[in-house]
């Protein structure tokens, strides 16, 4: 996949996700290429990913922020974008994010796109992430001014410049303190629609009330300071 023309590099943060991961490197733009930041799977996801030519980092410390950020690190790109690895997420939903980019180019200022999640079905979403989803984005538009509808895990920057921001989260917190620190640093921050997929397995973070619950916490912590 790599290209003298990638114009984007996908971070896909992982645990176990060999499933869904073949649907989505089918599914790549060819202008983009996808960088597997691996959080210690053990079902075959690192082999899956190099056998196909991608572009593996190991990250040994665990945590969504952890693979987020150590993907970020690798990326090369002159824009860098972050995806869920479990299929719910459709790659070519990168389209719509670029091209929100262009449309603001001459701003001349750093432009941070966000995918706000339209699910497909109940399975996608289930209620009680959409309110904690929808309380979290009220609070960072209090925080910060930025009228975001949705704190998703689909997100695309220009990499250098996001990679000098200070974000300091390792764990869930990741994309809300990326939001933060852009509109601290007054970057454009906007939104675009994309289609939500039910998930390929079950979430390590959000598929159980605890770990739903823990998300909050570490989003509630990064607002808090």
Same mark, same amino acid.
């Given at each position: 996949? *790599?290209?003298?023309?990638?114009?984007? #590099?996908?971070?896909?943060?992982?645990?176990?996700?060999?499933?869904?991961?073949?649907?989505?490197? &089918?599914r790549?733009?060819?202008?983009?290429?996808p960088?597997?930041? #691996?959080?210690?799977?053990? #079902?075959?996801?690192?082999?899956? &990913?190099?056998? +196909?030519?991608?572009?593996?980092?190991?990250?040994?410390?665990?945590?969504?922020?952890? *693979?987020?950020?150590?993907?970020?690190?690798?990326?090369? *790109?002159?824009?860098? &974008?972050?995806?869920?690895?479990? *299929?719910?997420?459709?790659?070519? @939903?990168?389209?719509? =994010?670029?091209?929100?980019?262009?449309?603001?180019?001459?701003?001349r200022? @750093?432009?941070?796109?966000?995918?706000? +999640?339209?699910?497909? @079905?109940?399975?996608?979403? $289930?209620?009680?992430?959409?309110?904690?989803?929808?309380?979290?984005?009220?609070?960072?538009?209090?925080?910060?001014?930025?009228?975001l509808?949705?704190?998703?895990?689909?997100?695309?920057?220009?990499?250098?410049?996001?990679? #000098? =921001?200070?974000?300091?989260?390792?764990? @869930?917190?990741?994309?809300?303190?990326?939001?933060v620190?852009?509109?601290? &640093?007054?970057w454009?921050?906007?939104?675009? $629609?994309?289609?939500?997929?039910?998930?390929?397995?079950?979430?390590?973070?959000t598929?159980?009330?605890?770990g739903?619950?823990?998300?909050?916490?570490?989003?509630?912590?990064?607002?808090?300071?």
């Amino acid at each position: 996949m *790599a290209s003298a023309e990638v114009l984007v #590099d996908v971070v896909l943060p992982c645990l176990d996700e060999a499933e869904a991961l073949p649907r989505l490197f &089918a599914r790549m733009p060819e202008w983009a290429r996808p960088i597997l930041a #691996d959080n210690g799977s053990a #079902d075959g996801s690192i082999d899956l &990913a190099r056998q +196909r030519g991608i572009e593996v980092v190991e990250v040994p410390q665990r945590g969504y922020g952890a *693979a987020c950020h150590a993907g970020l690190l690798a990326a090369t *790109a002159p824009l860098v &974008a972050f995806m869920d690895a479990d *299929a719910s997420l459709d790659p070519l @939903s990168l389209e719509v =994010l670029l091209a929100e980019h262009r449309r603001l180019l001459p701003e001349r200022r @750093s432009h941070l796109v966000v995918g706000a +999640r339209r699910p497909m @079905s109940r399975e996608a979403w $289930p209620w009680r992430l959409r309110v904690a989803n929808r309380v979290l984005a009220h609070r960072v538009r209090r925080a910060t001014g930025v009228g975001l509808e949705d704190i998703g895990p689909l997100r695309l920057a220009p990499t250098k410049r996001l990679q #000098d =921001l200070p974000i300091g989260d390792r764990r @869930s917190g990741y994309p809300v303190e990326t939001v933060v620190r852009a509109a601290e &640093a007054g970057w454009t921050i906007t939104g675009v $629609p994309v289609p939500y997929l039910a998930r390929t397995g079950r979430s390590k973070v959000t598929g159980t009330w605890l770990g739903a619950a823990r998300a909050v916490q570490d989003m509630s912590r990064v607002l808090a300071s």
